[in-house]
């Protein structure tokens, strides 16, 4: 088990609405990820938050969203979902001074778009 | 930012030792090399970590020939709860990009 907790655990949502995702991070680390991974693909990177800040994205329309707060923990947020947003999504935390240390991943959150 | 490649699957028999491949041919010298396992609806689990040479931990073992244009996991005896996903990675913790990774299949 690793100290990076995400939730809720499973969502439904309608065609168009929005959601929001939260991630808490492993104790000591600074720096969240945000991946969707689509059944039977690899998790593909949304984006990374750094004290606060984007610092990184992916190949993601900017419906897709997030937040770091004070005490590292991250939101990601999705407006005018689509169908083909449903997937399962996974946050990483990491310590970002020190490059080759372990991320440590939640057990994800499984959005479907009905 | 360095691609890897990597057997779409493998099949492999309990108590054998399997040993998966990636490719990564434009690594940057700065690139560490990491896997990471993954089992169904779940996040993906730190297995181990190299730059070069050899790395050893209590669950497998990382080649990487002195180039580190490729690496091979190696898992010793493996286990039918070896099952899952296996996923090479170049970079570093702040610029983890997955491939579509290798589907392990362990039988009886």
């Known amino acids: 088990e690793t100290g990076v907790t995400q939730s809720p655990t499973h969502l439904i949502k309608t065609r168009g609405q929005q959601v929001t995702l939260r991630c808490s991070s492993q104790?000591?680390?600074?720096?969240v990820s945000w991946y969707q991974q689509a059944l039977g693909q690899g998790p593909q990177f949304i984006f990374q938050?750094?004290?606060?800040?984007?610092?990184g994205r992916g190949n993601f329309p900017p419906r897709f969203s997030g937040l770091q707060f004070p005490n590292y923990s991250s939101e990601l947020n999705v407006n005018a979902l689509e169908l083909d947003d449903s997937a399962l999504y996974l946050c990483?935390?990491?310590?970002?001074?020190?490059?080759?240390?372990?991320?440590?991943f939640g057990q994800g959150t499984r959005l479907t778009v009905v | 930012l360095a691609k890897t490649t990597q057997p779409i699957s493998m099949d492999s028999y309990e108590g054998q030792e399997v040993n998966i491949t990636c490719s990564h041919n434009n690594i940057a010298t700065n690139d560490y090399i990491t896997w990471y396992q993954q089992f169904p609806s779940q996040g993906p689990r730190f297995i181990i970590q190299?730059?070069?040479t050899k790395v050893t931990n209590e669950v497998a073992s990382l080649f990487i020939p002195a180039d580190r244009k490729s690496s091979t996991l190696s898992l010793p005896r493996v286990s039918l709860s070896d099952t899952a996903v296996y996923y090479c990675l170049v970079g570093g913790n702040n610029d983890m990009r997955f491939g579509a990774g290798t589907r392990l299949t362990v039988k009886p």
């Open positions: 190299g730059y070069k």
């Open positions: 104790s000591g680390h600074n720096t």
């Open positions: 990483a935390s990491s310590f970002r001074e020190v490059v080759n240390t372990e991320a440590f």
């Open positions: 938050y750094y004290r606060e800040e984007e610092n």
